[in-house]
């Protein structure tokens, strides 16, 4: 499928949390966005650079044992854990909504995913929001990342 930039934009984390609500299957990935992505739908692990069989994307699915806790918090916290790429990998890496097949594993455990069809960018207010939402929790942490 041929990526466009030309995607609906999410702007709050309730837009957000309402399409997670909605669909199962999707995914959170930061990059240059899905006309970049879908040229070669591969990531390349970064310690080796092996090219790895999907893009590698963050699940926004809920799990079972979140049981009845709000999804907004969910969401919130799988864009806060990663809201540190964009400062690390440079200038254009973005978050987007995907859906798509789960095909592997990458090295960090994170899933590789194909059959990809782009959702949505998702604004930086959401990504705003979701720190704050992380913030006002009991036991706040940080971003994931390595030093």
């Given at each position: 499928?041929?990526?466009?930039d030309?995607?609906?934009v ?8 309402e ?8 995914y ?6 899905p006309?970049?992505?879908?040229r ?5 692990d ?6 790895m069989p999907?893009l590698s994307?963050?699940?926004l699915d ?13 969401v ?6 990663y809201?540190?790429?964009?400062h690390?990998?440079?200038?254009g ?6 859906a798509g097949?789960e ?7 994170e899933p ?7 959702m949505s960018?998702?604004?930086q207010?959401v ?5 704050a939402?992380?913030s006002r929790q009991e036991?706040p ?6 030093s």
């Amino acid at each position: 499928m041929s990526g466009s930039d030309d995607l609906p934009v999410v702007r709050t984390l309730a837009e957000l949390t309402e399409l997670v609500e909605r669909h199962q299957g999707l995914y959170v990935r930061w990059s240059r966005g899905p006309a970049t992505d879908l040229r070669d739908v591969s990531s390349t692990d970064e310690l080796t650079g092996v090219s790895m069989p999907g893009l590698s994307a963050n699940p926004l699915d809920v799990e079972d044992w979140w049981e009845d806790r709000p999804v907004r918090v969910w969401v919130a916290r799988r864009l806060h854990d990663y809201a540190h790429l964009p400062h690390e990998k440079g200038p254009g890496i973005r978050p987007w909504v995907l859906a798509g097949k789960e095909t592997s594993r990458g090295p960090d455990n994170e899933p590789l995913v194909t059959d990809t069809r782009p959702m949505s960018w998702i604004d930086q207010q959401v990504i705003d929001e979701a720190k704050a939402e992380v913030s006002r929790q009991e036991n706040p942490w940080g971003p994931l990342r390595r030093s």
